[in-house]
């Protein structure tokens, strides 16, 4: 059985505010270096458990340091972490090698961090990553300094502070009988269009809110007090 419930996979994006993830790390969190989002884990004081990509963007010092003590960059070495090497020309991103990677080491419970940066192409890749069927039984969050976003197929309950942004897209297709309590503009078997911002700077209206609907999905992404 398989030490590891929860994984987090740092991609190789934006991530000044390391305090909101680090809460969410314990003994038994898989922490996972997509490439460069290696020095993410190296910034908090940790050693990933593996490094995945096609290494083009984990800076070579770094890369030898984790690799100290033998071993080859296609398994383990002295520090005891992994290496997994990709050709650059490959079917998936940085980002969901390691989230597969995460399912095979029997993670039912990802978050994702680092997903910001420079690159359009990549964060939008990364929040349609959620939304992915095969992906549809696992927990999977991402955390980026005060926000957390979560794709929502049935229910979901928040918890924050009073005044906290609150905002709720619907991905893919429209989302029919949306039902929420604890939010200052309540919705009651509503339906939110793709593509439009009807959902978008809701507030709670206490520490606790419960979002629901009945068909489709929906990004819950919530602005918590910093």
Do not use: W
């Not at 305090?19 to 003994?27: G, L, Q, T």
């Not at 990709?86 to 090698?97: G, I, V, W």
């Not at 080491?105 to 192409?121: F, N, P, S, W, Y």
């Amino acid at each position: 059985m398989s030490m590891f419930r929860k994984a987090i996979i740092f991609c190789n994006g934006d991530l000044a505010d390391l305090s909101r993830v680090r809460r969410h790390i314990n003994s038994k969190t898989l922490l996972v270096g997509c490439d460069g989002g290696t020095s993410h884990i190296l910034s908090l004081g940790l050693v990933p458990h593996v490094v995945i990509g096609d290494f083009d963007s984990i800076p070579p010092t770094i890369e030898r340091a984790l690799s100290a003590g033998g071993g080859s960059s296609s398994g383990g070495n002295g520090t005891g972490v992994e290496f997994l090497r990709y050709p650059a020309d490959k079917l998936h991103t940085d980002s969901e090698l390691g989230l597969m990677y995460a399912i095979k080491k029997g993670c039912t419970e990802i978050i994702l961090a680092g997903v910001r940066g420079t690159a359009t192409d990549h964060i939008l890749g990364n929040l349609f990553l959620l939304a992915k069927k095969k992906y549809a039984s696992l927990k999977i969050k991402i955390v980026e300094g005060n926000e957390e976003i979560e794709l929502v197929r049935s229910h979901v309950k928040i918890a924050g502070e009073k005044g906290d942004a609150v905002s709720l897209i619907a991905i893919g297709k429209s989302a029919s009988g949306v039902m929420t309590k604890g939010l200052f503009y309540p919705l009651n078997n509503a339906v939110l269009k793709s593509g439009t911002a009807q959902g978008i700077r809701n507030r709670l209206t206490g520490k606790y809110a419960e979002i629901s609907l009945r068909r489709g999905a929906i990004l819950v992404i919530h602005q918590l007090a910093v």
